[in-house]
């Protein structure tokens, strides 16, 4: 894939060759992922997932570019760091994660890293509105929709692929409509009218069924 680098803060395009350096283990999930797709907003993190196990200690040693990162967070399968490249960039890694995955991902050009599908994108963020109010995630929401021709039966069938059985679509769908927690009334009034269209006229029967691709490595990594 190209990547919308101009969707990234100097900073973060400084680090941009150095992810080379990345594990192919790991993908490249989050609103960067969404923003390196559809250049739609500005964003400052690097959130990488596997569903390997992960050990912090042995990553800091593996990857170059976090020799002289600040270390924010240490945990079980869990690594954040600080990275300064004339600014700070956010780097997190997140290992063990039992997500399935329902379309390939792809090698970014210049980088090398592994990016997630927009279909992929789309149904974590069907799922993660249901657990936080934050303006970012139902700006992503619209701009898949809008953008990146996600329709959202497709984000809430990719979300029950990749979540199974504890994935509520009707969580989503009501998130969708509801703006009066967070930061979600600084939500353009366009964005929440889209919002609530798509969720308020959405058929349910018409959410596609997808196969659930085991674990959130890619299938044919050259994709």
């Not at 993190?45 to 967070?73: N, T, W």
């Not at 964005?191 to 085991?214: C, F, K, M, N, W």
Request: proline share 7%; glycine share 8%; hydrophobic share 45%.
């Amino acid at each position: 894939m190209n990547p919308r680098l101009d969707a990234l803060p100097p900073a973060q395009r400084r680090l941009w060759p150095e992810l080379r350096a990345t594990p192919r283990r790991f993908v490249l999930y989050g609103g960067t992922a969404i923003a390196l797709r559809l250049a739609h907003r500005e964003s400052e993190d690097f959130d990488f997932f596997s569903s390997d196990p992960l050990d912090g200690d042995a990553l800091l040693a593996e990857i170059p570019y976090l020799s002289d990162a600040k270390v924010v967070q240490l945990a079980q399968d869990t690594l954040t760091c600080v990275v300064d490249r004339r600014g700070p960039v956010r780097v997190s890694f997140f290992g063990g994660l039992s997500f399935n995955h329902v379309r390939s991902p792809q090698t970014a050009e210049g980088a090398g890293i592994l990016v997630a599908s927009l279909e992929d994108l789309g149904g974590t963020k069907a799922q993660v509105v249901q657990t936080r109010a934050l303006a970012k995630d139902y700006i992503d929401v619209d701009a898949l929709m809008r953008l990146g021709r996600v329709p959202l039966a497709a984000m809430l069938g990719a979300a029950a692929a990749i979540h199974g059985e504890r994935y509520n679509a009707m969580l989503t769908l009501k998130a969708l409509t509801y703006f009066g927690d967070g930061d979600l009334p600084d939500l353009p009034a366009a964005v929440r009218e889209r919002l609530s269209h798509a969720a308020t006229t959405l058929d349910v029967a018409s959410i596609p069924r997808y196969e659930a691709l085991p674990g959130l490595g890619p299938s044919s990594p050259r994709e």
